[in-house]
């Protein structure tokens, strides 16, 4: 009887060593899966952060070349045309470079010093030779904008429309 009741606990204590294995692998695997949701939503919001940095530093990097290829305020101050003469030949040798007709619908009145310059044009070209008279207003010698513009496409690539230039002359 004594073995039997030596088997008996040695039964029970094999049970209770295998449950306990049991229970601790259960908690450890637990403890485990909440970490590993934990380390994976960690995991994303490094990701986004990351990515929002990535998205900063583009910006920072584009604005920092705005700045380079912004024109000093030097360069501001000279970019005006002195008169209304002045402004209609920029304008004119941008139109005749690029193959445009055109007719200069203003008055010639010139504003004085600081007044504003107006361009009042109707043309007719290539399209593709207009949007580089465009460029070349844009990236040209004086400060300007177009005020009004309308274009309507013709045949074989051609387009004809008016735009109104405006800049301001040159302060003494």
């Given at each position: 009887?004594?073995?039997?009741?030596?088997?008996?606990?040695?039964?029970?204590?094999?049970?209770?060593?295998?449950?306990?294995?049991?229970?601790a692998?259960?908690a450890?695997?637990?403890f485990?899966r909440?970490?590993n949701?934990e380390?994976?939503?960690?995991n994303?919001q490094i990701?986004e952060h990351?990515?929002r940095?990535?998205?900063?530093?583009?910006?920072?990097?584009g604005?920092n070349?705005?700045?380079?290829s912004?024109?000093?305020k030097?360069r501001?101050q000279?970019?005006y045309?002195?008169n209304s003469s002045?402004?209609y030949?920029?304008a004119d040798?941008?139109?005749r470079?690029?193959?445009i007709?055109?007719?200069?619908?203003?008055?010639?009145?010139?504003?004085g010093?600081?007044?504003e310059?107006?361009?009042?044009?109707?043309?007719?070209?290539q399209y593709?030779?207009?949007l580089?008279s465009?460029?070349a207003?844009?990236t040209?010698?004086?400060?300007m904008?177009v005020g009004?513009?309308s274009?309507?496409?013709?045949?074989?690539?051609?387009v004809?429309?008016k735009?109104?230039?405006?800049?301001?002359a040159?302060s003494?």
């Amino acid at each position: 009887m004594k073995i039997q009741s030596q088997k008996r606990i040695y039964m029970i204590m094999a049970i209770v060593v295998v449950a306990v294995l049991m229970a601790a692998q259960i908690a450890l695997y637990v403890f485990f899966r909440k970490a590993n949701t934990e380390l994976a939503v960690l995991n994303g919001q490094i990701a986004e952060h990351t990515l929002r940095q990535s998205e900063n530093l583009t910006l920072v990097n584009g604005y920092n070349k705005f700045e380079e290829s912004a024109p000093s305020k030097e360069r501001l101050q000279a970019s005006y045309p002195s008169n209304s003469s002045e402004f209609y030949a920029f304008a004119d040798s941008v139109f005749r470079s690029n193959g445009i007709d055109y007719s200069n619908t203003s008055a010639a009145a010139d504003p004085g010093p600081g007044g504003e310059l107006k361009l009042q044009i109707s043309f007719n070209g290539q399209y593709y030779n207009v949007l580089k008279s465009l460029a070349a207003f844009r990236t040209g010698n004086y400060l300007m904008r177009v005020g009004d513009f309308s274009l309507t496409g013709e045949a074989d690539g051609r387009v004809n429309g008016k735009m109104t230039i405006l800049s301001t002359a040159k302060s003494e």
